[in-house]
């Protein structure tokens, strides 16, 4: 029996501990935090309590396969309700308002409302984005890369070939539609991969396949029901969780992970070590310099995902306009994404997504009140005083009021806490703060994102965001059975059933 240690107690490691000790490894994980789930994480105040990273429950196909695979079922586990409407958004433009079903039938007459002759399109639209979702799932989500010659082979020029992968998503969806609103509701899913429409590859309409066709659920409870429902698994299975105790750095013998030294200075032996850190950290401060795949002017050059402002806010009593998920989009769509990419600042006119769980869930808050949690999308990196980031917040809170029809918001506020940069980076250890990690760029896909094993270090791999397939609560599921391929060796392209 092998012992593998996990660093980290994200979903992705919590994931990939489930699996390697159902496979019959002898697995520990240790977690820094107090709680497990890294950005999926929560926290209780005054009566609320609030999931502090992912709100989406969306792909509710990964999840099946995930938990069937460990022998499982979803519901057992999570007890889901499907959102009607799914979405509402809010345009700054005409001060419009739209509801989204996850329903064509109900989708199509909104869409036509704004471009007549936009229902066809999207159909057709969709059937793409079906066909492309299936051929990436079956061939390309769940397959591990050695080199450029396992990317470009047979299988993937002829599948391949239908899948938009060299062009970008604002010119993709653009050849459907013209109206700027309809174009802002196909393309507003890329900030769950934490990029833009101008440098995300149209590959990644599939996400409007997700959102359309397959629907956006919430877990009762809140999403931190997943991570729980992964650690009682873990537990399950025997998997030795410890939190509380971060991990100093990777001990290397020979080019050989052989285990780790814990913060408390113990070491720990293991013949595999799996990271969930971020990869920046694992790579730049726990290991030393010799065993480096990529020196700092590497992650200098990769395009990060956003980080955020994010405010936690307990309001009294209940707000009419919202509902369970709503986005409000700002007018100039490409300045925004400049302000956040290429020219980082806070962005004059923000977009921002504000989730109100208690809409579906009496237990997130006191009864009649509401829990809100809002995110704007903000640069990596950004510097700012505390001073600075107060009044940006007051800003958000000012947007909110007049644009969401939320025109008492200030004065029912009873809990307020802000979230930022350097939460991010004291938290989860996260280069520069970014809230989600490496961007899905056309440079940043695939074969071209950092791959799942050490070059330098044998027996070292990693989990997480930073690696294939990406970003993601679903994603991170994938990318766990993806490391269990690595280290056993198993080279199936779709996704295990046993």
Request: proline residues 4%; charged residues 25%; aromatic residues 12%.
């Given at each position: 029996?092998?012992?593998v240690?996990?660093i980290?107690?994200?979903?992705g ?7 390697l000790a ?6 520990s994980?240790?977690?820094k935090?107090?709680?497990l789930g890294g ?5 209780e105040?005054?009566?609320?309590c609030?999931?502090m ?14 938990f ?12 889901l309700?499907r ?16 509801d989204m079903?996850?329903d064509l ?12 002759g936009a229902?066809?399109k999207?159909?057709?639209y969709?059937?793409?984005?079906k ?8 061939g ?8 450029i010659?396992d ?17 970008d998503m ?6 459907y539609f ?5 174009k ?5 899913p ?13 590959l ?6 997700i ?10 409870g809140?999403m931190?029901t997943?991570?729980e ?6 537990q ?13 750095q990777i001990v290397?013998?020979?080019?050989k ?12 032996k293991a ?9 920046t ?14 020196d700092?002017?590497?992650w ?5 995902a ?14 009419d306009s919202?509902?369970?998920?709503n ?12 302000q ?18 208690s809409?579906?869930d009496p237990?997130v808050?006191p009864?009649g009140?509401?829990n ?5 999308p903000i ?12 009044s ?27 979230y ?6 004291q ?23 950092p791959?799942?094993?050490s ?7 990693y989990?997480g965001a ?6 993601g609560?679903p994603i ?5 059975e993806m490391v269990y391929?690595?280290?056993a060796g198993i080279?199936?392209?779709s996704?295990?059933?046993?």
């Open positions: 029996m092998q012992k240690i996990v980290g107690g994200g979903i490691g919590l994931a990939t501990a489930c699996i159902r496979k019959g490894y002898e697995v994980l240790y977690e935090n107090k709680t950005r999926a994480n929560i926290f105040a005054e009566g609320f609030f999931d990273g992912p709100s989406w429950y969306l792909m509710p196909d990964i999840f099946e396969n995930f069937s695979f460990m022998g499982e079922k979803v519901e057992d586990h999570l007890e309700i959102l009607a409407p799914s979405y509402r958004i809010f345009f700054k433009d005409d001060n419009k308002i739209v079903f996850s039938d109900k989708d199509i007459p909104t869409l036509e409302e704004l471009e007549p229902g066809d999207l159909r057709e969709l059937d793409k984005a066909q492309q979702y299936e051929i990436a799932k079956d390309f989500m769940y397959k591990n890369y050695n080199s010659f990317f470009i082979n047979f299988r993937t020029m002829i599948e391949g070939s239908k899948l938009s992968v060299f062009s604002d010119r993709y969806v653009s050849k013209k109206h700027p609103l309809v802002k509701i196909l393309q507003y890329l900030v769950f991969l934490g990029s833009s429409p101008y440098n995300t590859p149209a990644y309409s599939i996400m409007n396949h959102d359309f066709n397959m629907g956006v659920f919430y877990p009762q809140g931190y997943i991570t429902a992964l650690v009682n698994i873990a399950k299975n025997g998997v030795n969780i410890v939190s509380g105790m971060g991990v100093k290397v013998e020979n080019r992970a052989i285990g780790v030294e814990l913060e408390s200075r113990e070491i720990v013949d595999i070590v799996v990271s969930n850190a971020d990869m950290h694992t790579e730049l401060s726990l290991l030393a310099s010799a065993h480096r795949q990529y700092e002017a590497y200098e050059k990769k395009v990060l956003p980080s955020a402002l994010i405010m936690y806010l307990g309001v009294k009593g209940k707000v919202l509902v369970h998920h986005l409000l989009f700002s007018q100039d769509w490409k300045t925004n994404f400049e956040i990419f290429d020219d980082p600042m806070w962005p004059d006119d923000p977009s921002m997504y504000v989730c109100a769980p809409k579906t237990n808050a009864e009140d509401e809100l949690f809002v995110l704007v640069a990596a990196g950004l510097e700012y005083s505390e001073e600075e980031l107060d940006y917040a007051n800003k958000v809170l000012a947007i909110m009021q007049s644009e969401m029809n939320i025109p008492d918001l200030n004065e029912r506020i009873i809990y307020k806490r802000l930022s940069v350097k939460n991010f980076e938290d989860y250890n996260a280069y520069k703060g970014t809230a989600l990690g490496l961007a899905h760029t056309i440079n940043q896909t695939a074969i071209f994102r791959n799942n094993y070059k330098k270090v044998k027996n070292l791999y989990v930073g690696t294939n397939p990406g970003i609560v991170q599921l994938i990318s766990a391929k690595r280290i080279n199936q392209d996704p295990l059933t046993e």
